[in-house]
């Protein structure tokens, strides 16, 4: 088969032969706006997939920053809770790892209205001039919750709520002087928060789990020895 001769396509006894030279450049036209779209959408695919990598780091930095920041903040509670539950640990023989724990799970880390305006670690309720009514939650026999106003303690500092806290562990309420006495003369501080609860001292059922719980998750019978 002869090849078609590529001049007799655009020049025929001797005419230019503008509509095929139109053809041409058009189907040329057409390949370069196709080819040009491809690399566009690979540009566009491209930089949606770096934009994408950059923001997910930036996100997971900033989720680590903020998760380093928050561990900082427990630490530095921790720290500034703990030498005065290790003070009450000698005097009144109450966990210092117990004293910490509650603090923790009482105040959420030192963040609750009773922590902040009234340096009420342990939720623990008074009357007279030092009392203020505040609004909490007790959970019922049934598992149930509810919003109740009672008077809380305020105390001039942490250290004055934990130093009252470890009191009335060791010498019980006006009505019942050894009502603690099973959190005292626990061997262990496992014991020691499962007597909170059967003494009376919480109404959360799960008291002595999330106790127990917070203990082991930041070593906190460290500050026991």
């Not at 370069?32 to 930036?58: C, G, P, Q």
């Not at 262990?188 to 789990?209: C, I, M, R």
Request: aromatic share 8%; hydrophobic share 40%; no cysteine.
């Amino acid at each position: 088969m002869k090849k078609k001769n590529v001049r007799g396509i655009f020049v025929k006894n001797g005419k230019i032969q503008v509509a095929n030279i139109i053809v041409l450049i058009l189907i040329v036209g057409i390949i370069t706006v196709v080819v040009s779209m491809n690399v566009h959408k690979k540009n566009v695919a491209r930089d949606e997939s770096i934009a994408t990598s950059l923001s997910t780091s930036k996100i997971e930095a900033s989720e680590s920053a903020k998760k380093a920041a928050e561990a900082a903040k427990k630490q530095a509670f921790i720290k500034k809770v703990a030498p005065e539950a290790q003070k009450m640990r000698k005097q009144y023989k109450v966990f210092a790892s117990i004293t910490i724990a509650q603090a923790i799970l009482e105040s959420d880390w030192g963040t609750s209205s009773l922590a902040k305006d009234y340096n009420n670690l342990f939720g623990i309720k008074g009357t007279g001039a030092r009392a203020k009514d505040f609004k909490t939650k007790e959970q019922e026999k049934d598992g149930t919750w509810k919003t109740v106003t009672a008077k809380f303690i305020v105390f001039k500092d942490w250290d004055e709520a934990i130093m009252s806290h470890s009191k009335l562990l060791a010498n019980g309420n006006t009505w019942n002087k050894t009502q603690f006495a099973d959190v005292l003369s626990a061997a262990t501080y496992e014991d020691a928060a499962a007597a909170l609860v059967v003494d009376g001292y919480a109404t959360d059922n799960d008291y002595s789990t999330k106790l127990t719980d917070i203990i082991k998750q930041y070593n906190l019978d460290q500050y026991d020895k």
